[in-house]
């Protein structure tokens, strides 16, 4: 996958847009049609001390997730990337999508603090990588750059 590519498109798409959810929304359509073999990448955003889902790309998907919880809660806990080939030996997967097979989660987390994670979801087992583990944190952090704290 062409990173440095994908990474210059994303900086051109958010660079004058300040606004968090539209960013998202772009973030998320942006990965779902150019990383091959994907059937969902979106956000969710830490509200209450659960993740509640936010713009996203691929099938409905489960609305809250409890932190510690599933690859999402588990990310967001341990506040560091997790990547998963396959999620039916992950304990406490939570499968919102029984097609999914692997799975890629970045936390987002700005000024110390954490915001949400990033996921992407497989269809395919071992989907995932570290290229793409590294590539999907330097897309994260670009994104995160555009959110202002409040």
Not at 44 to 67: D, N, S, W
Not at 80 to 108: N, Y
Request: net charge negative.
């Amino acid at each position: 996958m062409d990173y440095p590519e994908l990474r210059a498109q994303l900086v051109n798409l958010l660079e004058r847009e300040p606004d968090a959810i539209a960013n998202a929304a772009n973030t998320a359509a942006l990965l779902y049609h150019s990383l091959p073999v994907v059937n969902w990448v979106g956000f969710y955003f830490l509200k209450g001390g659960e993740l509640v889902l936010g713009p996203f790309q691929g099938k409905p998907a489960c609305v809250r997730i409890p932190m510690g919880k599933g690859v999402c809660g588990t990310a967001a806990e341990r506040r560091e990337s997790v990547l998963v080939q396959d999620v039916h030996a992950f304990p406490g997967h939570i499968a919102c999508d029984t097609a999914s097979r692997s799975e890629l989660v970045v936390p987002l987390i700005k000024d110390g603090a954490l915001i949400g994670v990033l996921d992407l979801d497989s269809p395919m087992p071992g989907r995932f990588d570290e290229d793409d583990r590294a590539g999907c944190e330097s897309l994260a952090a670009i994104y995160v750059e555009t959110v202002v704290r409040e």
